[in-house]
């Protein structure tokens, strides 16, 4: 039983950083770990296995402008699967941010590792577990914690396979103001905040939700295994991990991912479906189609909050990767809207400016997949959120078409929305 003071040592341990809680000597450690397994030749040969399976599964014809961005994005998925094995060592269990942008930092340029439809919103952190050893997570919130929190057991490491999920509204808070979770192999026998583990039990993957970027900051967390601790894995056998794991992943998030998006008419918006049916969070529902817009046409989309306490819409490339978030609006949420009159959300999609407030930013862009979210919905929820409108017009035919309560913004006001966003998105990655 290890003592207050004994894990508040254990969260300022690896702090690097005052401001910001991501900035941790195992954060750039296993970064840095992640950069030498990306550079060994058997993730060079991973990453031309991907570009072929992909390739193989086309099912619509890419673009000039698609297939400028393909090789990024293979490369950006293998290097996800280097920092999951870089972090695959449940006996030394530490805490990683995964599905990044690329970033500097700590002296490195990291490159990115976006995939599978990542939430602007979230931060992505995964810790290595076993269904053999017994587990503590410690974490402490800050004065403005994140909108949401979900800590979830996976079974794989394309973070599809959910064994379970323990939701930030059922997580207990003792005196000290920390959090403490335990995860081990029995069940809870009264004990609060504990997720039951399974022989099959990879990673705990942890979903931080911030909708105020300036204010929010994730949760500072640390973990500890309570049992021995069996022998350190060689970097051989890490690289073989990640290969491993390239080549496990690939088939699901070209099939399950890219089939979601790409399974349904182009600029047509698909049913709104609760996301644990396809290894999702079981709290969220979305839909997720496919776009394509010419420079002087947009999409204009209604769609309503329902009581998820987080609603959010963004686009990415044709790959699902986050389009760039900061300065654009390629992603809005429900801090950063403005709602019509009568509480619904309109939004545009557009290559160029149309001079609203709820301007979802291509960048430029002409073609990719746009991704709505409802998150922490309550299970028997009377009026779920919908999508009540969802259609293409002429750019010139928007002030017939929109909301009168719509706001539109003068050019210095864009600039000052966008030097916002900017500005707080350098924050999560400060290294000091």
């Known amino acids: 039983m290890f003592h207050h003071t004994d894990d508040i040592a254990l969260l300022a341990a690896g702090a690097l950083s005052a401001e910001n809680p991501l900035a941790t000597a195992d954060q750039r450690d296993l970064e840095s770990l992640a950069i030498r397994i990306f550079q060994t030749p058997d993730l060079a040969a991973a990453h031309e296995r991907t570009a072929q399976l992909w390739r193989s599964r086309f099912t619509f014809e890419p673009s000039e402008e698609a297939m400028s961005s393909f090789d990024g994005a293979v490369a950006e998925f293998v290097f996800h699967c280097a920092l999951n094995a870089a972090n695959s060592d449940a006996g030394r269990p530490r805490v990683l941010k995964v599905e990044g942008e690329p970033h500097r930092w700590f002296g490195m340029d990291v490159p990115g590792a976006r995939r599978g439809g990542n939430n602007a919103d979230n931060a992505y952190r995964i810790i290595p577990i076993d269904g053999d050893g017994r587990f503590e997570i410690v974490g402490r919130p800050g004065p403005h914690p994140p909108a949401d929190v979900n800590f979830t057991l996976v079974a794989n490491t394309a973070m599809s396979k959910t064994i379970r999920t323990l939701e930030w509204r059922d997580v207990t808070l003792d005196e000290d103001g920390l959090f403490r979770l335990t995860i081990d192999g029995d069940p809870a026998g009264g004990r609060r905040n504990h997720l039951q583990s399974r022989d099959d039990t990879r990673y705990l993957f942890v979903r931080d939700c911030l909708t105020d970027w300036t204010r929010q900051k994730v949760n500072v967390l640390a973990a500890r295994r309570l049992d021995p601790i069996p022998p350190a894995p060689a970097f051989d056998e890490l690289v073989r991990r990640a290969a491993a794991y390239a080549d496990a992943d690939a088939p699901y998030y070209w099939d399950m991912c890219m089939g979601q998006s790409y399974g349904f008419p182009v600029n047509a918006v698909p049913p709104v479906r609760n996301a644990g049916a396809f290894?999702?969070?079981?709290?969220?529902?979305?839909?997720?189609?496919?776009?394509?817009?010419?420079?002087?046409?947009?999409?204009?989309?209604?769609?309503?909050?329902?009581?998820?306490?987080?609603?959010?819409?963004?686009?990415?490339?044709?790959?699902?990767?986050?389009?760039?978030?900061?300065?654009?609006?390629?992603?809005?949420?429900?801090?950063?809207?403005?709602?019509?009159?009568?509480?619904?959300?309109?939004?545009?999609?557009?290559?160029?400016?149309?001079?609203?407030?709820?301007?979802?930013?291509?960048?430029?862009?002409?073609?990719?997949?746009?991704?709505?979210?409802?998150?922490?919905?309550?299970?028997?929820?009377?009026?779920p959120p919908e999508i009540r409108s969802f259609r293409l017009v002429k750019r010139d035919a928007l002030d017939g078409v929109l909301p009168a309560s719509t706001l539109w913004l003068t050019a210095e006001a864009r600039v000052a929305q966008q030097a916002a966003r900017a500005e707080a998105v350098a924050g999560w990655w400060r290294d000091h």
């Open 279 to 383: 290894g999702g969070l079981v709290s969220q529902s979305g839909s997720t189609g496919h776009y394509r817009i010419a420079d002087d046409e947009a999409l204009v989309i209604t769609a309503t909050q329902g009581a998820a306490p987080y609603m959010s819409f963004m686009v990415h490339d044709p790959w699902w990767r986050t389009l760039p978030f900061a300065p654009r609006t390629a992603s809005l949420n429900n801090a950063q809207i403005v709602p019509d009159g009568d509480g619904a959300v309109t939004f545009v999609v557009a290559p160029l400016d149309p001079g609203v407030h709820n301007w979802i930013d291509t960048g430029g862009v002409h073609e990719g997949i746009f991704y709505f979210r409802w998150q922490g919905l309550p299970a028997d929820d009377p009026h």
